[in-house]
């Protein structure tokens, strides 16, 4: 399975920017997605996550009311909006797949990784 994430980008405090991340393999639909972050000196987090029907989504505290988790199983791809952006959201984000039903927070459930995309908010 390989991941490719884009659409990142550096943009001003409150702006919007819409991430994408395409799915190589087939069945994906049986995938949970997730996002993940990471900033230099600081260990990856989790961002948001999405079951493979897209009914079930998850999201840190953080992001809520701000980031949107969504898919489109007909061309294997996952999105993450991301509104209202904060300086404190600058990272690299990462989007991988769990070949499982269940929505996690968990990195080490994920099996496949995507090579990430910069995101940069300005103050």
């Known amino acids: 399975v390989q991941l490719q994430a884009s659409g990142g980008g550096l943009v001003q405090a409150g702006a919007s920017l819409r991430l994408s991340c395409a799915h190589s393999?087939?069945?994906?639909?049986?995938?949970?997605m997730g996002w993940f972050r990471q900033t230099p000196g600081k260990a990856r987090e989790f961002v948001a996550a999405?079951?493979?029907?897209?009914?079930?989504?998850l999201y840190q505290d953080s992001v809520k009311g701000r980031f949107t988790v969504s898919r489109d199983n007909s061309r294997k791809s996952v999105s993450l909006q991301m509104n209202n952006l904060k300086p404190e959201d600058t990272a690299i984000y990462y989007c991988?797949?769990?070949?499982?039903?269940?929505?996690?927070?968990?990195?080490?459930?994920?099996?496949?990784w995507g090579q990430g995309t910069q995101v940069t908010v300005s103050s």
């Open positions: 999405i079951s493979g029907s897209g009914g079930r989504t």
């Open positions: 991988a797949a769990d070949f499982s039903v269940d929505v996690t927070d968990k990195m080490w459930e994920y099996d496949y």
């Open positions: 393999a087939p069945l994906f639909s049986r995938y949970t």
